[in-house]
């Protein structure tokens, strides 16, 4: 079972940054598909971006391409979201997710066996 811990939410202005970070228990975290989704009250999950086992393939949502880099630290078991020029719109509680199948870059959240406990991002105009 792998545990995965989200941080670095918080409160900012449309037009700042902010750099989530998720952290895994699992000592094969380098076999696993990593993703972020986000979901906003009274909506379905919704897919931001996901990276390869070695980092080296990534995927965006268009919402976010452009603003948002995902990256991750195989020998720290770290997957991060660096959020650029943030808008409003990208308020809601964001969630690390974890896909063990050794399939593709799934943007669909039942592709993902592992999830955080989500993290609040509020962007304020």
């Known amino acids: 079972q792998v545990q995965l811990v989200e941080s670095g939410g918080g409160v900012v202005q449309a037009g700042n940054s902010l750099r989530l970070s998720c952290a895994a228990s699992e000592r094969t975290f380098s076999s696993y598909v990593m993703a972020w989704f986000r979901q906003t009250p009274g909506k379905e999950r919704e897919f931001a971006a996901a990276?390869?086992?070695?980092?080296?393939?990534?995927v965006y949502a268009d919402s976010v391409k452009g603003r948002f880099t995902i990256s991750r630290d195989n020998a720290k078991n770290t997957v991060a979201l660096q959020m650029n020029n943030l808008k409003p719109e990208d308020t809601a509680v964001y969630y690390c997710?974890?896909?063990?199948?050794?399939?593709?870059?799934?943007?669909?959240?039942?592709?993902?066996?592992?999830w955080g406990q989500g993290i609040q991002v509020t962007v304020s105009s």
């Open positions: 997710a974890a896909d063990r199948s050794f399939g593709g870059l799934s943007r669909l959240s039942r592709e993902y066996d592992y």
């Open positions: 990276i390869s086992q070695s980092g080296g393939g990534t």
